[in-house]
């Protein structure tokens, strides 16, 4: 079965630090790869996603960036924190093809203060 | 802006009762769609997916799909309180690698 990890939990950081988010995907080849956040009482918002290693398509200009340096790993990262950057960090995968439904990670609750 | 649409709610039923998800589509292009079941402080969780016009049953749990009115649904029968989550309703977009969320809608099940 397939399994998808993502660490940490929850992240307190300084305005101005900078940021990694790890997501590994387990038993599944060439998964889909997605990061989304979620603003208090907010829905979905699409970040970044992933078809192969190396290929990054960008949804949002923003701060941060994504990294596909493994098939089953996905990193979210930031140079600089902002306060508007603080929300609730899910990754996710889909199998490949066309309209395939996405499984989510645990999520990480990231604060900037 | 392709967009997913959600009565944010809450809606409140009485245990046993029949819950009623609602959820618009702005895609004609969409070909799939899903509704995910999220508690609070936890990830989303998929609980139906629909592809064709009509209705899928799974369990206790019925999607229903109206492409030409662009409009899917989940009833929810015999509802009970450990239903009590947000339901967020979501369109894979027309070129099939994104997946589009709506806001999602509260839904309280009282014992």
């Known amino acids: 079965s397939q399994t998808i990890h993502q660490w940490p939990a929850t992240l307190v950081q300084p305005v101005g630090s900078p940021l990694s988010l790890e997501c590994t995907v387990e038993g599944t080849s060439n998964p889909n790869l997605y990061w989304y956040r979620q603003a208090a009482g907010r829905g979905l918002q699409l970040l970044f996603y992933?078809?192969?290693?190396?290929?990054i398509s960008s949804e949002v200009p923003q701060n941060l960036s994504a990294s596909r340096p493994q098939d089953r790993q996905f990193i979210l990262s930031s140079k600089k924190l902002l306060l508007s950057d603080s929300g609730f960090y899910l990754c996710?995968?889909?199998?490949?093809?066309?309209?395939?439904?996405?499984?989510f990670g645990q999520g990480t609750r990231l604060t900037v203060v | 802006q392709k967009e997913v649409e959600q009565n944010s709610g809450p809606l409140s039923v009485p245990e046993g009762a029949i819950a009623s998800l609602n959820c618009t589509y702005s895609?004609?292009?969409?070909?799939?769609f899903f509704w995910y079941r999220q508690y609070s402080g936890k990830s989303p969780e998929l609980i139906m997916s629909i592809y064709s016009n009509g209705d899928k049953e799974d369990g206790r749990f019925t999607a229903q799909l109206n492409k030409a009115s662009q409009y899917v649904s989940l009833l929810i029968r015999d509802s009970q309180p450990s239903d009590s989550a947000t339901y967020l309703c979501?369109?894979?977009?027309?070129?099939?690698?994104?997946?589009?969320f709506g806001a999602g809608t509260r839904l309280f099940v009282k014992a």
């Open positions: 979501a369109g894979g977009n027309t070129g099939g690698f994104k997946t589009i």
């Open positions: 895609d004609r292009g969409s070909q799939s």
């Open positions: 992933s078809v192969g290693i190396g290929q």
């Open positions: 996710a995968w889909s199998w490949k093809g066309r309209g395939t439904e996405a499984f």
